[in-house]
């Protein structure tokens, strides 16, 4: 349940959105959090293997990733299943759905954040509720559909406006605001990680989309879900808890696709 409207919400109520998300970076550890994980970014990026197969490691990435985030949203499958498409379950099958079209969808993210929010909805869900829920806002439930439509408001404004702060930041903060809002009431988790990564390929963090933070999340998940607990809270504290496991988990991401690209190299 969502318990406040958020420390994120509160400060960018205060003035303009770029100035909240510096403040939200200045949080204790964020900026070493931030820093370790674009480190590994970078060192991924750079590897040899990257000049002739980026395109192979990205999409083992985002297969990796979208049977991780199904998991953590209660549909566990193993790899092999998943990659081999014996893995039947609606919500592994709407991950999938949402990594297939991560590319396109990332050309709209920063321009219509609405529009592809709803996309994702209807790519996660399509084999889970109604065709006509399918990529519209719940009308029941808490927090109230008024506060939903007032925080997805602020949540768009941040995403269109120009920030300098690190793209994790303002990723996990759209990863947190989308968990605790719960815009339409089923698969929000899988839209959550999805507009997550978005925003990170978006902000030019991991433009060729090589990293799967929700393997990270999934790795490390007993502190996901108790930092999110923190992040409900709407503390200073708890926010940048959320933050600095949201950068582990981008780091390990960055190291699993770092192993990859490894054993691609030995052949």
């Known amino acids: 349940m969502v318990r406040d409207a958020g420390h994120v919400t509160r400060l960018c109520t205060l003035g303009r959105v770029d100035d909240a998300l510096l403040q ?54 193993h790899l092999e299943e998943v990659r081999s498409g014996k893995a039947t379950h609606p919500l592994v099958q709407g991950a999938l759905r949402i990594s297939g079209e991560m590319g396109p969808l990332g050309a709209t993210w920063k321009t219509a954040p609405r529009q592809v929010l709803a996309r994702l909805h209807v790519l996660a869900a399509r084999d889970a509720v109604p065709a006509e829920r399918l990529g519209r806002p ?17 949540l768009s404004d941040l995403l269109t406006a120009r920030s300098t702060a690190p793209a ?26 999805a507009a997550s990564r978005l925003t990170l390929i978006d902000r030019g963090l991991d433009p060729k989309a090589l990293v799967a933070p929700d393997v990270g999340h999934l790795e490390f998940e007993k502190e996901y879900r108790e930092t999110f607990e923190g ?27 770092q192993t990859l690209c490894e054993a691609i190299e030995r052949g």
Request: hydrophobic residues 45%; charged residues 25%; glycine residues 8%.
């Open 168 to 193: 994790i930041v303002v990723a996990a903060i759209v990863h947190g605001e989308l968990l605790a809002l719960r815009p339409f009431g089923e698969a929000d988790g899988l839209v959550a990680r």
């Open 138 to 154: 719940r009308d029941e439930g808490t927090p109230t559909p008024a506060e939903v439509a007032a925080r997805l408001d602020i």
């Open 24 to 77: 939200v970076s200045l949080l204790p550890g964020v900026q070493d959090a931030c820093d370790t994980a674009r480190k590994a970014v970078d060192r991924l990026r750079g590897h040899r293997v990257l000049r002739r197969k980026s395109t192979e490691v990205s999409t083992e990435s985002l297969l990796r990733g979208a049977r991780a985030s199904a998991a953590l949203e209660g549909a566990p499958a």
């Open 231 to 257: 992040y409900l809270t709407g503390s200073a504290e708890g926010v940048a808890a959320w933050i600095r496991h949201c950068a582990e988990a981008v780091a390990f991401g960055a190291r699993d696709s």
